[in-house]
T-cell receptor, first 113, second 114 residues
Framework: SAVISQKPSRDICQRGTSLTIQCQVD?????MFWYRQQPGQSLTLIAT?????????ESGFVIDKFPISRPNLTFSTLTVSNMSPEDSSIYLC??????????FGPGTRLTVT | AQSVTQLGSHVSVSEGALVLLRCNYS??????LFWYVQYPNQGLQLLLK??????LVKGINGFEAEFKKSETSFHLTKPSAHMSDAAEYFC????????????FGKGTRLSVIA
């Protein structure tokens, strides 16, 4: 399994600002994913981030709102841009090495006021 | 397209009673199936996985699940509930390529009553 850390663990942000969330893995991984978990809901995939290529976004999510970087095989960032209260969620990073299972970070709890 | 349906958004059992959390899947290709647990204010932890080997899969914390192709089910069970099992449980599916991200069910909240 992989050990995944996320920063920040939580934040309270003002409407209209942006927040960048970092995801660090203790080993090289092929695939990284970003999920959103709205209060009391399940996980929704935002995008798949592969090193050396642009992220692949799911329907309903766009690069201008959620830009993602994947500079190497152990690190990725997700930015939530021009935030509104509807962006208040838990954002989770997960990784997979084609072992089929995905391992998850502890999440970033974002509140937008 | 793949999907999972978890029957029951909230299940409540007494301590020591059987835990049964239901998951049905839909997949046009052989699926790989997973159960994850999420404790309050934490990320997701893998409980167990089915990847086309044995149909009865044993996981951590005494949980197990049985893959039944005829019923397209992958229900999670534990013979005797413990207070520490109270959490949110998610069933997830992917295909056998290893290239696609997991698709999650809506989750089932398990409460354990003393």
């Amino acid at each position: 399994s992989a050990v995944i850390s996320q920063k920040p663990s939580r934040d309270i942000c003002q409407r209209g600002t942006s927040l960048t969330i970092q995801c660090q893995v203790d080993s090289q991984v092929t695939m990284m994913f970003w999920y959103r978990q709205q209060p009391g809901q399940s996980l929704t995939l935002i995008a798949t981030a592969n090193q050396g290529s642009e992220a692949t976004y799911e329907s309903g999510f766009v690069i201008d709102k959620f830009p993602i970087s994947r500079p190497n095989l152990t690190f990725s960032t997700l930015t939530v841009s021009n935030m509104s209260p509807e962006d208040s969620s838990i954002y989770l990073c997960s990784v997979s090495n084609k072992g089929y299972e995905q391992y998850f970070g502890p999440g970033t709890r974002l509140t937008v006021t | 397209a793949q999907s999972v349906t978890q029957l029951g958004s909230h299940v409540s059992v007494s301590e020591g009673a059987l835990v049964l959390l239901r998951c049905n899947y839909s997949s046009s290709v052989p699926p790989y199936l997973f159960w994850y647990v999420q404790y309050p204010n934490q990320g997701l932890q893998l409980l167990l996985k089915y990847t086309s080997a044995a149909t009865l899969v044993k996981g951590i914390n005494g949980f197990e699940a049985e893959f039944k192709k005829s019923e397209t089910s992958f229900h999670l069970t534990k013979p005797s509930a413990h207070m520490s099992d109270a959490a949110e449980y998610f069933c997830a599916v992917s295909d056998a390529s290893g290239n696609t991200p997991l698709v999650f069910g809506k989750g089932t909240r398990l409460s354990v009553i003393a």
